[in-house]
């Protein structure tokens, strides 16, 4: 059922496209695609291994060393997870620019008045682009490999430890193949984010396939052509998780020791744990305090001139009661997917799981076009009531859920679940007494991811809301077209703020029950 | 447990649903889908139910209007449908999705060119596409072919090609020159950009006084927004910056586009949105588009706000604007032959 769910927008789709687009792909092959797919491919290889290799190593720091400020650390690197692409986009252009706070400073210092005479290069290029999305991505490999790296047995590490090796080389021997799944966890989800983001990279001028689909569809009413398009990338997505699940067939990464014990930091010398210190806070104070800091200055501006509108309240109740409805039912979904796919162990299963995946890859644009025709028919109340904007949260991010619980439970061994089921448990009473419990921390941090990327949704949120229902996305959209920024920077603020509880909670949630 | 767990999914569906429940539009209100900012209806609208006392829900979809209407089919609650180019207004009625509406005050506020044949649409408001400058380049006149002059090489700042706004531009250009040399205009432009074809337009008027470029084309409303200060004070100082100049097609006029509105087909309450559009083009709707939209109201004689009245005569271009829509998807084409955002 839940796979028929994603299926059937994209059914919609494959149906739209069918209805043909002349000379389309001619076209697009000669001026269009040469260009979108190495733009593409640049800023997803950039954007990926930027978030790879900040993502792991962040995480074995705060796992496998001791620093002062390590425990606020390890929560406060999720922050930049509550900021938005587009927003982080339109924050660092700002501040950034020939005449915004920096470079102004910047003149003054070297004594030049005009910028015409000295100027920064511009951030609106492919290396920025990449930067900032991965300043904003990397939690979620960090969070993917920090579960693991926590709920890695101790002993499979001092094994290797008393074997002579140093921490470097656990790490790179030991310690990083075991995550690998979670690694790949994390990183695609980044690349899916990377992939379907309309907002920054257009803003920072680069034409990946998601503005080309974009354009196609909105400038030239091309619609069978972008549905054309959208299925197109759509295969060569499936065609990587496939080919990365094949890398890792026949692998177990299950640990078998009775009783795991969570790895004991080492302490660092002073000189050391202030270079980790340092590193660590870099990502937060760019991904997160600095456009933190510019939306909150902007807000306060605006309140200061107009005071606060009431409006405000009603949307940020809105967005809280659609992304918590998102979040749960997605999670629901997520578990009964992956844990059907446990049970069966038949590649049948798991080509469904894959399948209930694919709606993160499509950009929430086509999504929500897919969509559209899908609901309508089957009741417009699901559109008029707002159940639509769930329903599409749940097939867009099935694939962050799923993929957390999956990561979770490839650590707990079908051999348990034999074990269990010799004792006569069943399917039912096994997930809620092993597995569950088992994977709690897995579970709370793809949960809270959901409910993060719920709040942050925009297009799929503005073309299937109810008549005169706005949330906080919606809103700050509305207000960023017309350009009245500062309008929009409350919204924004609050997404950020909104976003925020439920990282702090989530994150101690996480911490405690592993290290309980 | 599988079953139990998707009886699980539907219920909590279902009580979404009953928790939700659908607002059934009344005689006294309207519902209105618009591709235009909230922020720049709600006067209108709170003017309109001052007046009438008729309530009006919005909806703001920025792109995919066309699709939400359709897939709604005979059961939509969309009464007016409003966009901010001619192209998607167009494209609404050639769907099928409007309604032709007889109206004497309607005929008589919007002339026969800003409206369509059989009144399935009207213009609400126009706004030129005009020529944003450095202020020390003096510039008093301009044409959208010098755009394509090699001597601008590296000092032009402008949005996507792909953006509506342009590509009417470019599609008007079409009309006029031929495919050929449009391109070869396109290609001139590319070759004089002094950055990405991206952003927005008033960037163009931040990037000229940050020295990124000297001339860039924005809209002329962005004009008013920025000089007025309603858009803060850092934008203030943005349209305070830069010099305007209101550019020509070479023997010809200004290109305007339009902000516009249609009756939606299956409308549950057409005589109360009717009253609406009418409300719009009245003295107090136009005075409202005029004063705190900075645009240029259609209604005749109308009055315009005064820092737009100090950017010059505006002389429209006689092309009709049903040919820039029509030539829409072409300017399209030619924008991505010549790479024109790459």
Redesign the interface.
Known sequence: ??AGLVLAPLAALGVTALNGSEDLWQ??L???LP?AVRDTLVLLTGVGLMTAAMGTSLAWLVTAYDFPGRKVLTWALLLPLAVPTYIIAYAY?DIL???GVVQTTVRALVGVD????F?LP?I??MVGCIALLGFVLYPYVYLATRAMFLMQSANLLDAARTLGHGRRTVFFRVALPLARPALAVGVSLTLMETLNDIGAS????V?TLSVTI??T???????PGAAQIALAMLAVVMSLVIFERYARRQRSYANDAQHPRPLRPERLRAVPAAAALAAASLPIVIGFVVPALYLAHAAW??VQADGLSPAIVVEARNTLTVAL?GT??TM??A??VV??ARLHRSRWSTGITQVASLGYAVPG?VL??GL??V??GVN????????AI??AYVIRFLAIGAGGIESGFSRVPLSVDDAARTLGD???RR?WRIHLPLTRPALAMSSLLVFVDCMKELPAT??L??????TLA??L???A???????AAIAALLIVVAGLIPVLLLARAAETSIQR | ??I???R??TC??LL??VL????PASAQEI?L?TTR????MKPLMDGFTKTTGIKV????????L???VA???A???ADVLMTVDI?NLI?LVEKGLAQPVQSPVLEQAVPANLRGQDNQWFTLSTRARVLYAAKDLKLTSFTYEDLADPKWKGRICIR?G???YN?AMVAAFLAKHGEAQTEAWLRGIKANLA??????D?DVA??I????CDIGIGNSY?VG?MRSG????D?K??GDGIDVVLPTFAGGGTLVNISGAAIARHAPNRAAAQRFLEYLVSDDGQKIYAEMNYEHPVKAGAPIHPIMAALGQLKVDPLPLTEVARL??AA??LV??V?F??
């Not at chain 1, 257009?202 to 001028?205: A, D, K, Y």
């Not at chain 1, 809301?465 to 706005?470: A, H, K, Q, Y």
């Not at chain 2, 309603?230 to 004070?233: H, I, N, R």
């Open positions: 059922m839940v076209h697009l000669a001026y269009v260009v252009l620019h020939p005449v005009n910028p015409r005479d100027r511009d609106r290029s257009e803003f920072l001028g034409r974009y354009t569809w909105a400038t030239r009413a091309d619609l501006t605006r409805a749960l039912l629901v979904a578990l009964v844990y059907a644009i929500a076009i559209l025709p609901i309508t417009i109340v699901l559109l008029t009531s707002g159940v769930v329903i069943s399917p039912a997930l503005l073309m809301r109810p008549v005169g229902f706005e919606t809103h959209y509305g207000d077209v017309r350009g009245t920024y500062e309008d | 447990m599988l139990r767990m998707s699980t999914v909590a569906a979404m649903l939700m429940p659908a607002r519902n889908y900012e909230p922020g720049l829900n919005s909806i703001f979809v920025k792109d995919g066309t699709e939400r897939a709604e089919g059961q939509s609650p192209g494209d996507s792909q953006h509506p590509t950055r990405k074809a991206t952003g927005g008033r931040r990037d006084i940050g020295g990124i962005y927004l309603s858009g803060g004070a934008q100082k943005w829409r998807a399209s084409k991505d032959k790479g955002d790459q």
